[in-house]
């Protein structure tokens, strides 16, 4: 069974006082019950702060736990790929239902001395063995539910945060991987406080967890989710992430007990014997673990009025569709247009974008993807002449890879909507340190909760990425499900850079409205003028090339008027489906300004609100 504890704040502080020991008190504070001998106080949760200007380094993350490890390995002398690692685990520790070693990511990396970019794919993978109908019920011989395909064995892809971790320390960073994952495994065991956004995200998800025994008991002690202000704490977890740093991922994760054990939760789900999930059992193998081999790839890479924009090529559609998009934005003289048109310009751009993503995007490993036209000035040229002066039909259909030289031709038809498979969680950070370095890490489970299945005894919980494939099989799908091979993602990580410089690195969570919050975000700083702040809080609009385009409620407040009675746009209500939350993306960035001048900025209210640190105030 799991061990875990949570306590209400104020038993914990009575305990605590009664004992004679002190108590830390910040924004929000706490002690606890401690470890598993009962002494101790849980870790006080740091403040969250929306920005901060500053020298020397600086951290931003959806979470403070996660931002104050990354701010104190760069103190200790660490650099970005060492607090990157660090934060990412401290991040599995207090986001379990958007990141850990069970899932995956992309990692774009900055190297300062080279006035480089390099990326790390860590995206999950198909097991060896997986079929075509792999999303069909061999019983009823009809599709499985999304409900009953995420909570199973057969959504879970083979793991590659783990070696995304060791590949970024051992290349770049200064700290081994035992050091860089000290902070968090300390974290794990000594407990944080938990706060609104993870009771709620464990609410939402009770149903589920509960109907396997050893989420119930790590997440749901005694049927219920911890309150806020209780300590959580995960032995299991801070256990899992010892055996790593001592043994390294390839032994302790890939081969031996943990990877026996994963797979024998994916092949064999254990179930209450009063589930209603059917939780069909998964084909992952030992031999997925131990084969399984992180990419090294160069960047995607466009020039938009002067930057440099690199970021994740395919297995991610990220890079390749936000580049698409600045490209056709770049054929547009924004400045000179007003707020109503811009959007106009900003919707259309991304829905084009889109649409040839869906056409053309997939793992490059089994699927000529044509990057180097996707990402051409004339073929952006081309497409930006569907552009008119109201919004096109949607959706539209696919430029021609094979037929384009920048002149405008026949409107394109109507096309077919790409349905988006990617869940709204994930989570992201953005880090940089005294010499330069950056590291821009989009991770993930998927899913809210992932697969909603913990490793039993290992304490974490593990992902549901194949649902990122196209459940339907189609062989002229990019994206369709064969062995072995990444789903397509949205994640796009992105670093920004100007005659070899630093400009800005951003990233963000939000299934594939990770694409239009990134695109979104360098539009407003590039090209609307804002401040990187103002960037990252403005409202957002997320289109897909649907009928619709989901907006959050200030994004309709201040420019639905126009944008439906000038433009034709039909805007609706963003949400998740799964909650009343309209949020879209929750995004961490960095800008680097003249002397050395920092700004780290997080989310000032998105998912509860960030964590962004300078490491000092002063030069």
Known sequence: MPRTSHRPLAALLGLTLAAG??????PTSAAGPGNRSGSGPGEPQPPKTATSVGYGGAVSSVDPYASKVGLDVLKRGGNAAD??????????VTEPYSAGVGGGGYFVYYDARARKVHTLDGRETAPRHVKDDVFVDPETEKEYSF????????????????????????????????????????????????????????????????????????????????????VFRNPDLADTLRSIARQGTRRAFYRGPIAREIVETVQDPKTTPDATLPAPKGSMTVRDLKEYRLRSQKPSHVGYRG?????????????????????????????????????????????????????YVGDPAYVDVPLRDLLSDRFAKERACEIGATAMTKPTSFGDVDDYDGVCDDPAPTGTEAKDTENISTTNLTVTDKWGNIAEYTLTIEQTGGSGMVVPGRGFLLNNELTDFTTVYDKNDPNRIQPGKRPRSSMSPTIVLRNGRPVVALG?????????????????????????????????????????????PAFIAAYGTVLEDVYKHDLVLS?????????????????????????????????????????????
């Open 575 to 619: 949400g998740d489906g799964l909650t009343t939350n309209p949020d879209i993306g929750a995004a961490t960035a960095i800008g680097f300004g003249p002397g050395g001048r920092l700004t780290a900025v997080a989310e000032p209210e998105r998912r509860g609100g960030g964590a962004a640190y300078v490491v000092s105030r002063k030069r």
């Open 147 to 230: 409900a009953d395909l995420v909570s199973s064995g057969l959504s879970v892809g083979t793991p590659g945060t783990p070696a995304t971790w060791d590949k970024a320390v051992r290349r770049w960073g200064r700290w081994s991987l035992a050091k860089a994952l000290r902070p968090s495994i300390a974290l794990a065991r000594k407990g944080f406080v938990v706060d609104q956004t993870f009771r709620e995200q464990t609410t939402q998800n009770a149903e589920r967890f509960a109907q396997f025994p050893a989420t119930r008991d790590l997440f749901l002690p005694g049927g219920e989710a911890p309150p806020v202000g209780s």
């Open 508 to 552: 963000s969570p939000g299934g594939a409205t990770i694409i239009t919050t990134v695109l979104q975000m360098l539009f407003n700083h590039l090209d609307r003028g804002m401040t990187l702040p103002q960037a990252l809080a403005a409202p957002r609009a997320s289109q897909r090339n649907a009928l619709t385009t989901p907006a959050e």
């Open 21 to 26: 020991l002190s108590v830390t008190t910040g």
């Open 307 to 359: 930057y440099d924009v690199y970021g994740m090529a395919p297995s991610s559609s990220g890079g390749s569709t936000v580049g698409e998009a600045l490209n056709i934005l770049e054929t547009k003289d924004i400045a000179a247009m007003d707020d109503g048109e811009a959007l106009h310009n900003y919707l259309e751009a991304s829905a084009l974008a889109f649409a040839d993503r869906g056409k």
């Open 83 to 92: 607090a990157a690692v660090a934060m990412a685990s401290a991040l599995g």
